[in-house]
Protein backbone atom coordinates (compact mmCIF):
# COMPACT_ATOMS: atom_id res chain seq x y z
CA UNK A 1 0.00 0.00 0.00
CA UNK A 2 2.91 2.32 0.75
CA UNK A 3 4.21 1.61 -2.85
CA UNK A 4 1.70 2.18 -4.23
CA UNK A 5 1.10 5.63 -2.05
CA UNK A 6 4.38 6.91 -3.08
CA UNK A 7 4.38 5.79 -6.99
CA UNK A 8 0.81 8.16 -7.23
CA UNK A 9 2.83 11.10 -4.93
CA UNK A 10 5.83 10.72 -7.39
CA UNK A 11 3.09 10.83 -10.57
CA UNK A 12 1.21 13.73 -9.58
CA UNK A 13 4.88 15.49 -8.88
CA UNK A 14 5.97 14.46 -12.25
CA UNK A 15 2.63 15.92 -14.06
CA UNK A 16 3.20 19.01 -11.82
CA UNK A 17 6.46 19.84 -12.67
CA UNK A 18 6.10 19.03 -16.59
CA UNK A 19 3.17 21.52 -16.43
CA UNK A 20 5.51 24.07 -14.91
CA UNK A 21 8.33 23.39 -17.93
CA UNK A 22 6.01 23.81 -20.23
CA UNK A 23 4.24 27.18 -18.98
CA UNK A 24 3.62 29.21 -22.59
CA UNK A 25 5.90 32.66 -22.16
CA UNK A 26 4.71 35.65 -20.99
CA UNK A 27 4.15 38.25 -23.36
CA UNK A 28 4.38 41.97 -21.02
CA UNK A 29 4.00 44.93 -22.92
CA UNK A 30 7.72 46.85 -23.44
CA UNK A 31 6.71 50.61 -23.33
CA UNK A 32 7.92 51.55 -19.69
CA UNK A 33 11.68 50.70 -21.29
CA UNK A 34 12.82 53.57 -22.69
CA UNK A 35 16.41 54.02 -22.31
CA UNK A 36 17.72 55.11 -25.85
CA UNK A 37 20.78 53.03 -27.80
CA UNK A 38 23.39 55.25 -26.97
CA UNK A 39 22.89 56.00 -23.09
CA UNK A 40 22.24 51.62 -22.50
CA UNK A 41 25.74 51.35 -24.45
CA UNK A 42 27.15 54.03 -22.40
CA UNK A 43 26.21 52.92 -19.51
CA UNK A 44 27.54 48.97 -20.15
CA UNK A 45 30.57 50.57 -21.05
CA UNK A 46 30.87 52.29 -17.51
CA UNK A 47 30.38 48.99 -15.81
CA UNK A 48 33.09 47.87 -17.40
CA UNK A 49 35.41 50.67 -16.70
CA UNK A 50 34.62 50.27 -13.00
CA UNK A 51 35.56 46.72 -12.94
CA UNK A 52 38.44 47.60 -14.30
CA UNK A 53 39.18 50.18 -11.48
CA UNK A 54 38.62 47.91 -8.83
CA UNK A 55 40.71 45.37 -10.82
CA UNK A 56 43.38 47.47 -10.66
CA UNK A 57 43.01 48.76 -7.14
CA UNK A 58 42.83 45.10 -6.21
CA UNK A 59 46.41 44.93 -7.54
CA UNK A 60 47.43 48.07 -6.42
CA UNK A 61 46.60 46.94 -3.13
CA UNK A 62 48.09 43.28 -3.29
CA UNK A 63 51.46 44.82 -4.17
CA UNK A 64 51.44 46.87 -0.76
CA UNK A 65 50.63 43.78 0.96
CA UNK A 66 53.72 42.01 0.15
CA UNK A 67 56.01 40.79 2.70
CA UNK A 68 58.92 43.10 0.92
CA UNK A 69 57.22 46.00 0.85
CA UNK A 70 54.82 45.49 4.06
CA UNK A 71 52.93 48.86 3.86
CA UNK A 72 49.72 47.63 5.28
CA UNK A 73 47.84 51.23 5.47
CA UNK A 74 48.33 51.37 1.53
CA UNK A 75 47.24 48.11 1.36
CA UNK A 76 43.96 48.88 3.00
CA UNK A 77 43.44 52.06 1.12
CA UNK A 78 43.36 50.20 -1.77
CA UNK A 79 41.49 47.46 -0.79
CA UNK A 80 38.74 49.31 0.33
CA UNK A 81 39.20 51.53 -3.48
CA UNK A 82 38.79 48.24 -4.76
CA UNK A 83 35.47 47.72 -3.00
CA UNK A 84 34.07 51.02 -3.54
CA UNK A 85 34.40 50.80 -7.44
CA UNK A 86 33.20 47.48 -7.19
CA UNK A 87 30.01 48.81 -5.46
CA UNK A 88 29.90 51.49 -8.01
CA UNK A 89 29.14 48.59 -11.04
CA UNK A 90 27.00 47.13 -8.73
CA UNK A 91 25.02 50.32 -8.62
CA UNK A 92 24.89 50.54 -12.77
CA UNK A 93 23.86 46.87 -12.76
CA UNK A 94 20.95 47.53 -10.38
CA UNK A 95 19.48 50.38 -12.50
CA UNK A 96 20.05 49.16 -15.61
CA UNK A 97 17.53 46.23 -14.09
CA UNK A 98 15.34 48.63 -12.78
CA UNK A 99 14.83 50.11 -15.77
CA UNK A 100 14.19 46.93 -17.87
CA UNK A 101 17.71 46.40 -19.42
CA UNK A 102 20.66 43.60 -19.07
CA UNK A 103 17.41 41.29 -20.23
CA UNK A 104 20.02 39.60 -23.04
CA UNK A 105 23.39 40.72 -24.55
CA UNK A 106 25.44 39.85 -20.99
CA UNK A 107 28.04 38.24 -22.56
CA UNK A 108 30.32 41.40 -22.90
CA UNK A 109 29.03 43.55 -20.40
CA UNK A 110 32.06 41.90 -17.79
CA UNK A 111 35.42 40.99 -18.99
CA UNK A 112 37.82 40.39 -16.60
CA UNK A 113 41.02 42.27 -18.29
CA UNK A 114 44.37 42.19 -16.02
CA UNK A 115 45.49 45.05 -14.70
CA UNK A 116 47.58 47.55 -16.28
CA UNK A 117 50.00 47.42 -13.96
CA UNK A 118 50.77 45.61 -11.16
CA UNK A 119 54.42 47.29 -9.17
CA UNK A 120 54.64 50.69 -7.92
CA UNK A 121 57.98 51.93 -7.35
CA UNK A 122 56.06 53.96 -3.81
CA UNK A 123 53.18 55.11 -2.14
CA UNK A 124 53.79 58.23 -3.95
CA UNK A 125 53.80 57.51 -6.91
CA UNK A 126 50.72 54.69 -6.52
CA UNK A 127 49.08 57.42 -4.86
CA UNK A 128 49.53 59.74 -8.27
CA UNK A 129 48.55 56.67 -10.30
CA UNK A 130 45.07 56.04 -8.17
CA UNK A 131 44.33 60.39 -8.58
CA UNK A 132 45.01 59.31 -13.10
CA UNK A 133 42.75 56.83 -12.76
CA UNK A 134 39.75 58.14 -10.88
CA UNK A 135 40.05 61.70 -12.91
CA UNK A 136 39.95 58.97 -16.02
CA UNK A 137 36.25 57.31 -14.02
CA UNK A 138 34.93 61.03 -13.65
CA UNK A 139 35.68 61.58 -17.51
CA UNK A 140 34.05 58.59 -18.76
CA UNK A 141 30.94 59.49 -16.20
CA UNK A 142 30.64 63.12 -17.27
CA UNK A 143 30.44 61.30 -21.54
CA UNK A 144 27.75 59.26 -20.00
CA UNK A 145 25.95 61.79 -18.84
CA UNK A 146 26.26 63.81 -21.95
CA UNK A 147 25.29 60.74 -24.26
CA UNK A 148 22.27 60.54 -22.09
CA UNK A 149 21.09 64.46 -22.62
CA UNK A 150 21.71 64.46 -26.38
CA UNK A 151 21.42 60.55 -27.73
CA UNK A 152 21.94 60.74 -31.80
CA UNK A 153 20.64 57.53 -31.56
CA UNK A 154 17.02 58.25 -30.23
CA UNK A 155 14.10 58.18 -32.39
CA UNK A 156 13.06 61.29 -34.34
CA UNK A 157 10.98 63.31 -32.33
CA UNK A 158 11.23 61.42 -29.33
CA UNK A 159 12.38 63.18 -26.48
CA UNK A 160 16.13 61.78 -25.68
CA UNK A 161 16.95 63.36 -22.37
CA UNK A 162 17.24 60.21 -20.08
CA UNK A 163 16.62 63.30 -16.58
CA UNK A 164 16.57 60.59 -14.38
CA UNK A 165 19.48 58.75 -14.88
CA UNK A 166 20.96 61.89 -15.32
CA UNK A 167 20.22 63.23 -12.21
CA UNK A 168 21.41 59.72 -10.35
CA UNK A 169 24.70 60.24 -12.03
CA UNK A 170 25.28 63.70 -11.35
CA UNK A 171 23.79 63.76 -7.61
CA UNK A 172 25.25 60.60 -6.64
CA UNK A 173 28.41 59.12 -8.34
CA UNK A 174 29.90 62.77 -9.52
CA UNK A 175 29.95 64.06 -6.15
CA UNK A 176 31.71 60.97 -4.74
CA UNK A 177 34.04 61.26 -7.51
CA UNK A 178 35.15 64.80 -6.77
CA UNK A 179 35.21 64.02 -3.05
CA UNK A 180 38.07 60.88 -3.66
CA UNK A 181 39.90 62.99 -6.19
CA UNK A 182 40.70 65.57 -3.43
CA UNK A 183 41.09 63.20 -0.84
CA UNK A 184 43.65 61.08 -3.28
CA UNK A 185 45.09 64.65 -3.77
CA UNK A 186 45.21 65.70 -0.28
CA UNK A 187 47.16 62.26 0.12
CA UNK A 188 49.67 62.61 -2.41
CA UNK A 189 50.64 66.07 -1.22
CA UNK A 190 51.05 65.37 2.45
CA UNK A 191 52.95 62.54 1.73
CA UNK A 192 55.35 64.10 -1.06
CA UNK A 193 56.06 66.74 2.11
CA UNK A 194 56.76 64.22 4.54
CA UNK A 195 59.11 61.99 1.87
CA UNK A 196 61.04 65.28 1.17
CA UNK A 197 61.27 66.05 4.65
CA UNK A 198 61.87 62.21 6.12
CA UNK A 199 62.43 60.35 3.02
CA UNK A 200 61.92 56.82 3.16
CA UNK A 201 60.93 57.35 7.04
CA UNK A 202 58.13 59.62 5.74
CA UNK A 203 56.99 57.09 3.57
CA UNK A 204 56.37 54.75 6.80
CA UNK A 205 54.87 57.71 9.29
CA UNK A 206 52.71 58.24 6.30
CA UNK A 207 51.36 54.28 6.36
CA UNK A 208 50.82 54.53 9.88
CA UNK A 209 48.45 57.10 9.67
CA UNK A 210 46.66 55.62 7.39
CA UNK A 211 45.84 53.18 10.03
CA UNK A 212 45.25 55.76 12.27
CA UNK A 213 47.99 54.90 14.31
CA UNK A 214 50.15 58.28 15.94
CA UNK A 215 53.58 57.79 15.84
Not at 140 to 167: F, W
Amino acid sequence: MKILSLAFFLAVCSAAYATQCNVDPVNVPKQWITMSRGCRDSVRKQIQMEVSASIQYLAMGAHFSRDSINRPGFANLFFEASKEERQHAMKLIEYMLMRGELTNNLTSLINVRAPERKTWSSGQEALEDALKMETEVTKAIRTVIVNCEHDRSAAAGQDDNDYHLVDYLTGEFLEEQYKGQRDLAGKATTLKKMMDRHSALGEFIFDKKLLGIDI
